[in-house]
C-alpha cells in the first residue's frame, strides 16, 4: 500500500500537463497499476486532446479570416494551401493496400463523433478563383484522379457529382491511411455514412479540419463544387505537413 501512495505522490497534476505527447501518455496509461494514477492520467489525457481541438479550431479560423481578407470571398479556396503546380502527383504512399469492390448490401461503420457540429456549411463556400486557379484545379483533379484509379467504384471526373454518394472521399483518404477502415465494406447507398467515415478519418490521423457537413452534402441534389475542391485542398495541404505527399524543392 506504501508503494502505491508513494507513486501517486511522486505523480502530480503538473508532471502530467508537461507532457504534449499523446503517445507517451498512453503508454504511461497503460503501464500504471494505481487507480490514482491512471486517473490522473486519463484527465492529462483528456486535457491535451481538448487543446489540440481547441487549436485545430483557432488556426481553421485564421485560415478563414486571411481568406477574407485576401478577397477570396469566405473561403473559396484554402488559405496555406500547397501550390500543387509544385508538387509530385505521382508520390505513392508505402502502405498501400488493394481493395475490393464496394458491396451494395454491407453497411459502413459509423466513425465517434459527429464531425459536422465543427464542420463549415458547404453554402458558404465561394464563386471567385485566385489567378491560375485553372491550372491548380486541373492539375488537383488530376491528383485525385491518379490516387483513387486502383479503387473500383470510383470515377472522378469533376469535384461534383464525382463525389456525391462518398465513396470518392473514403477512397482518396484509404489510399493514404489503409489500415484506419475496410474499403470494400462500404456502401455507395449510404452517402452519409460515407461521409462521416472519411471526414472523420481524415480529421483524426491527417488533422484535415472538417469543412463539409455530411448533412448538407446529403440534401444536395450534388455537392457543390467549390466546396469539395476547397476540402480536397485543405487535405492535401495536410496531407504535404505530415509528409504523406512529397513537394518538389526549388532549385
Not at 508538387?87 to 461503420?109: W, Y
Not at 465543427?118 to 491550372?135: F, H, R, T
Not at 462518398?166 to 491511411?177: D, K, M, Q
Amino acid at each position: 500500500m506504501e508503494s502505491k501512495t508513494e507513486g501517486s505522490a511522486s505523480l502530480t497534476s503538473e508532471k502530467l500537463a508537461s507532457i504534449d505527447d499523446e503517445e507517451v501518455l498512453n503508454k504511461m496509461l497503460d503501464s500504471a497499476a494505481d487507480f490514482e494514477e491512471r486517473r490522473m492520467i486519463r484527465a492529462a489525457l483528456r486535457d491535451l486532446l481538448k487543446k489540440k481541438r481547441e487549436k485545430r479550431e483557432q488556426e481553421r479560423g485564421v485560415r478563414q479570416q486571411d481568406l477574407r481578407q485576401q478577397g477570396l470571398n469566405k473561403g473559396g479556396t484554402t488559405g496555406g494551401a500547397v501550390s500543387i503546380g509544385r508538387a509530385s502527383m505521382n508520390q505513392q504512399p508505402s502502405t498501400h493496400k488493394s481493395v475490393g469492390k464496394p458491396q451494395s448490401a454491407t453497411p459502413v461503420s459509423r466513425t465517434a463523433g459527429r464531425v459536422g457540429a465543427a464542420a463549415v456549411s458547404v453554402q458558404k463556400c465561394s464563386s471567385a478563383e485566385p489567378p491560375n486557379a485553372k491550372n491548380v484545379k486541373q492539375m488537383l483533379l488530376d491528383w485525385c484522379r491518379a490516387k483513387t484509379e486502383p479503387y473500383e467504384g470510383v470515377d472522378i471526373q469533376n469535384f461534383s457529382s464525382s463525389w456525391k454518394d462518398g465513396i470518392a472521399f473514403c477512397a482518396l483518404v484509404h489510399r493514404f491511411f489503409p489500415d484506419a477502415f475496410e474499403y470494400s465494406t462500404l456502401n455507395p447507398y449510404k452517402p452519409r455514412d460515407n461521409f462521416e467515415l472519411a471526414f472523420g478519418t481524415a480529421e483524426r490521423l491527417a488533422g484535415c479540419a472538417p469543412l463539409l457537413d455530411a448533412d448538407d452534402l446529403v440534401r444536395m441534389k450534388e455537392p457543390d463544387w467549390k466546396c469539395v475542391y476547397t476540402y480536397i485542398q485543405e487535405f492535401y495541404r495536410c496531407l504535404v505537413e505530415k509528409g504523406l505527399v512529397k513537394t518538389k524543392k526549388r532549385p
